[in-house]
């Protein structure tokens, strides 16, 4: 098996990706489908406010997270949430968390990792719920924001570029695939980074984009790709990597501060300068088109790594939609 097909096989059998399936059947049990009005599905719910959408997101947290590192659960509360209304070229406003934990010292690291994230933010904890008398840890943290202008998921065209965009001044929090940017960045470089995505929206600069999540930057770009019912043409010598580390755990990293993106060609240039102006690395990694796969290529190699038309989320604008 060459080196390509290997990383697109640990991609299709990542945790990442199986954690996206499992949004397919609550689509279905709720009787969610994205045809019609802003569709369902996205980094955040886009509510029409009259001059623009209110945004809402909401993430959880797994277990074994919570265990080994509630300080930095409590953090990644508002710091993902915060990446999900950026993806939509929105500004955060405020957030909500619902938390359980067995007394006050066990939610303790939870909440002062929650409070820290929202200092450094600049994104205020307005409310939530709690419970210090549960049997465990859970944690759950939901966002509103707002946007003049939303990125969807569910617009890429063929032909568009397709850019990657990441922080890679951090390191991984061993032993889980968290790659931190955050933690040790000072608070201009993190508040500055609240301005790219909304500029690049305002600008009508992107087609469509998405937070890179647990699925990992290719994974991410599988759910962009179904989203918009394209195919994707992905350069993996052109990704953005830090010194060092292996393409087997990049390609699986949850970024604290990440996007995968579409933009006409012409486009890309403003976009990756508005990208490294903040000190984030920007690249140019492939291309949309209208055929169904999703091509992976690496040291002259190629393999499909997925189908446009398989499912995965069970999210996207139209059923009908076709590309001529």
């Known amino acids: 098996m060459s080196r390509v097909a290997a990383l697109a096989a640990m991609i299709r059998d990542s945790r990442g990706m199986a954690h996206k399936a499992d949004i397919a059947p609550v689509m279905r049990a709720l009787g969610l489908n994205s045809g019609g009005g802003v569709p369902v599905g996205d980094d955040a719910a886009a509510i029409p406010d009259g001059d623009g959408h209110l945004l809402l997101a909401i993430e959880g947290f797994v277990e074994d997270f919570i265990t080994a590192d509630p300080w930095f659960a409590g953090y990644c509360g508002v710091m993902v949430n915060v990446s999900d209304i950026l993806a939509m070229g929105g500004r955060p406003l405020a957030v909500v968390d619902a938390l359980w934990a067995d007394g006050e010292g066990s939610a303790s690291p939870m909440l002062a990792g929650m409070r820290e994230a929202a200092r450094r933010y600049g994104v205020p904890i307005v409310g939530g719920h709690s419970n210090l008398k549960a049997k465990g840890g859970q944690l759950a943290v939901a966002i509103l924001g707002r946007a003049d202008h939303v990125i ?105 501060f990440g996007f995968v993106m579409t933009a006409p060609p012409d486009n890309a240039p403003a976009i990756i300068a508005r990208f490294k102006n903040t000190g984030v690395a920007c690249a140019r990694i492939g291309t949309a088109t209208a055929a169904a796969q999703i091509r992976l290529r690496m040291d002259g190699q190629e393999v499909i790594v997925w189908s446009a038309d398989a499912p995965l989320t069970g999210c996207h604008a139209s059923m009908e939609k076709t590309h001529a």
Do not use: C, Y
């Open 152 to 256: 969807t998921s569910f617009d890429a065209q063929p032909g568009d570029a397709l850019l990657m965009a990441v922080d890679m001044n951090g390191r991984f929090r061993d032993p889980f695939p968290w790659w931190d940017a955050s933690t040790g960045a000072g608070d201009e470089h993190l508040r500055a980074l609240l301005s790219v995505m909304p500029d690049l929206a305002s600008q009508r600069r992107l087609t469509a984009a998405k937070d890179i999540s647990m699925a990992g930057p290719i994974g991410t770009a599988i759910m962009l790709a179904e989203a918009s019912k394209v195919g994707l043409e992905i350069d993996l010598d052109a990704a953005p990597r830090p010194v060092g580390v292996a393409w087997e755990r990049w390609l699986s990293a949850f970024p604290s």
